[in-house]
């Protein structure tokens, strides 16, 4: 059964990405505006001057859970209840990485929680360097998953 990002889940994400209703850079200098949406997200272009409505950001977000982050998940974790569905897509969003992410192939396998954390916790890092706001975002997470 395919998945869709939960109310909570849709809430947690724009808690944990901030909705910022102008076009800036991200830490790692992309083009950034909304709940975190770059180019990336298939959905918008953000660029300099940029301004959206909280409307526009909410629709927008939904849109590109839609097209490119819950067919991702779904496919990553197909046995996964809503909560850890939403804490897939928490981190999908925010790393791009659902598919490439060793602690996804040891949660399919039912590993064990210190395993599966230990490896979710290395995931706190941008531009190569710890972000201690990754870090407690990836703590968060874990406690939803």
Same mark, same amino acid.
């Given at each position: 059964m395919a998945r869709q990002t939960s109310d909570i889940g849709i809430e947690t994400l724009e808690f944990e990405e901030g909705v910022v209703l102008r076009a800036y850079r991200d830490l790692v200098g992309k083009w950034t505006i909304g709940a975190g949406l770059? +180019? +990336?997200?298939g959905v918008v272009t953000p660029k300099a001057g940029m301004v959206i409505t909280a409307k526009q950001s909410k629709a927008l977000t939904k849109e590109a859970l839609r097209l490119n982050y819950e067919p991702a998940v779904n496919a990553a974790m197909q046995e996964a209840t809503q909560h /850890?569905?939403? +804490?897939?897509i928490s981190f999908h969003w925010n790393t791009g990485a659902i598919n490439r992410a060793s602690w996804v192939k040891l949660w399919a396998k039912d590993a064990s929680r210190a395993l599966i954390s230990a490896k979710y916790r290395l995931w706190n890092k941008a531009g190569g360097k710890t972000v201690k706001g990754l870090a407690d975002r990836r703590e968060r /997470?874990?406690?939803i998953l």
């Amino acid at each position: 059964m395919a998945r869709q990002t939960s109310d909570i889940g849709i809430e947690t994400l724009e808690f944990e990405e901030g909705v910022v209703l102008r076009a800036y850079r991200d830490l790692v200098g992309k083009w950034t505006i909304g709940a975190g949406l770059t +180019a +990336a997200s298939g959905v918008v272009t953000p660029k300099a001057g940029m301004v959206i409505t909280a409307k526009q950001s909410k629709a927008l977000t939904k849109e590109a859970l839609r097209l490119n982050y819950e067919p991702a998940v779904n496919a990553a974790m197909q046995e996964a209840t809503q909560h /850890e569905f939403d +804490a897939g897509i928490s981190f999908h969003w925010n790393t791009g990485a659902i598919n490439r992410a060793s602690w996804v192939k040891l949660w399919a396998k039912d590993a064990s929680r210190a395993l599966i954390s230990a490896k979710y916790r290395l995931w706190n890092k941008a531009g190569g360097k710890t972000v201690k706001g990754l870090a407690d975002r990836r703590e968060r /997470e874990l406690k939803i998953l």
